[in-house]
């Protein structure tokens, strides 16, 4: 009797997952455990998308945006869940990247846009993304785990006891990426192949754009988004096995010929800006100016930084403490304290009302406790400086064990926020893509040299065009040229 007890106990549990856990894949038609439901999934993408363009901005050029819709409508038609509400969006972000987020949502950074040399790359990777919404990846990984918090800085190079105590007061850049695991970036690669072969390009070319990657692989320290090649790891030879897939796809559609409008998709991104646009702001000689809204700030000497429209954050190189600039949530200085305490859960530990540069501030230090470790626990410096209409805060966060050693250098950045006048940091342009067309046959070097493009940045160009310095190119080529 003990022993049927436990079968039925079994068959039970069994049963109770089956009807509650168990899903049919819509690609592989297999059931597997999986315990969010496609409304989950729905509700989640409505959730995440908001504060994804709120925190990286959209990136406004109507022609690229009106491609990307097109091209992104098409293929969903074509896909295994063509029923979801697709919607596909540019980022103004200088990152390499394209992500997706459950319910249909697949984001490319203007950066990644920058990198494409071709229709038939840009739609190997939009193939890949739809994958894995199609495929239901995120949701099997929120089965299992979200993994790591990023669009901060904190979640990069701040000591765990910091890290985590801050990101509980940044819930509204909490924006979670999943890092898929290396099944899930194997099957996207061949959905990518299947659905950009089906709509009619080359994926050959998306086997040419992973090198590309591969070649880039080093980030930079300011990044505010994880570069491909982080949040979608190597499943292994992915350019051998593309292109594998790529000739078994192929095959399937005798006599088919294969798009790959290298020369319309350069003509569409001429003037595509590239790199950091100033206009969000920008650090030089340790100063961060921001032309817009004409403010300027110190920065401490070998901190690290990381921009977005939502804030500008500063770390520590050893890890110890941040600091970060965002706008106050208030019509008043007394307000905005108040719901900077009340919303992060703060005990105050004093307030003091003063100026900073002749405009009205508040000084208020906090402490944030953490229950399960004391040790752990933070405390934190705001200053909260109303300019221009606006109230600006910029607060400096270290445990409470290391604050004081940390207390001047936070003073010290918040003090020296002050108007902007200098014409020459306000009226900086950005750098673009200018399309130029090859005069005279050589090879990419010599014709980057005819363009005047500097020898240190000659990598750069090669990496952007997908080429090598050495190979030949012939007059009348289009390539891409960095330009003011």
């Known amino acids: 009797m003990k022993n049927l007890k436990y079968v039925l106990i079994l068959f039970w549990m069994a049963s109770l997952l089956s009807l509650s856990g168990c899903k049919t894949n819509p690609v592989t038609g297999k059931k597997e455990l999986n315990f969010m439901s496609e409304s989950k999934e729905i509700a989640m993408g409505k959730q995440y998308d908001p504060s994804i363009v709120a925190s990286y901005g959209l990136y406004e050029d109507t022609k690229m945006q009106k491609f990307i819709d097109e091209k992104g409508q098409q293929m969903a038609r074509i896909s295994h869940r063509p029923h979801l509400n697709y919607e596909f969006k540019i980022l103004d972000s200088p990152v390499v990247n394209a ?3 459950p319910g249909g949502y697949v984001y490319f950074t203007r950066g990644i846009m920058a990198h494409f040399n071709n229709e038939a790359e840009f739609a190997g990777v939009l193939g890949h993304e739809i994958g894995h919404i199609t495929a239901r990846h995120s949701a099997k990984q929120y089965s299992k785990q979200m993994l790591g918090q990023v669009g901060l800085i904190a979640g ?3 000591s765990p006891g910091v890290r985590n105590n801050f990101q509980q007061i940044q819930q509204g850049m909490g924006l979670l990426f999943l890092k898929f695991g290396r099944d899930a970036e194997s099957q996207s690669d061949m959905l990518g192949v299947s659905y950009s072969t089906e709509v009619g390009y080359d994926s050959e070319y998306m086997a040419g754009f992973f090198k590309t990657l591969s070649r880039m692989r080093e980030g930079t320290e300011s990044e505010t988004i994880p570069t491909f090649m982080s949040t979608h790891p190597d499943p292994g030879d992915r350019f051998n096995n593309v292109k594998q897939l790529t000739v078994k796809e192929q095959a399937k559609y005798p006599g088919k010929k ?3 409008e290298r020369d319309n998709y350069l003509r569409m991104i001429d003037g595509l800006v590239y790199g950091e646009d100033p206009k969000g702001g920008y650090v030089q000689n340790d100063v961060f100016y921001h032309p817009v809204m004409k403010f300027k700030f110190n920065i401490p000497r070998g ?4 921009n977005s429209p939502a804030q500008f954050q500063m770390a520590d190189p050893n890890g110890k403490a941040m600091m970060a600039l965002t706008l106050g949530q208030g019509a008043t200085l007394e307000e905005a304290a108040q719901k900077f305490i009340s919303e992060n859960k703060l005990t105050l530990i004093s307030s003091e009302n003063g100026n900073v540069n002749g405009y009205k501030a ?3 230090v906090a402490d944030q406790t953490n229950e399960q470790d004391a040790t752990q626990s933070i405390r934190i410096l705001n200053y909260l400086i109303e300019y221009d209409g606006k109230i600006f805060q910029i607060y400096g966060v270290a445990q409470k064990t290391t604050f004081a050693g940390f207390r001047s250098t936070f003073k010290s950045t918040m003090q020296s926020f002050n108007k902007l006048t200098d014409q020459s940091k306000i009226n900086v342009k ?9 005069s005279k046959a050589g090879t990419l070097r010599a014709v980057l040299n005819t363009f005047k493009v500097e020898a240190a940045r000659q990598k750069e160009h090669a990496i952007l065009n997908g080429m090598e310095l050495a190979d030949q190119l012939k007059a009348g080529t289009l390539i891409k040229i960095i330009e003011k």
């Open 362 to 364: 508040i000084a208020l």
């Open 430 to 438: 950005p750098e673009r893509i200018r399309i130029k067309t090859v």
């Open 258 to 260: 294969y798009a790959v």
């Open 303 to 306: 901190w690290r930084t990381a």
């Open 156 to 158: 990069v190079v701040l």
């Open 99 to 101: 992500f997706a987020v």
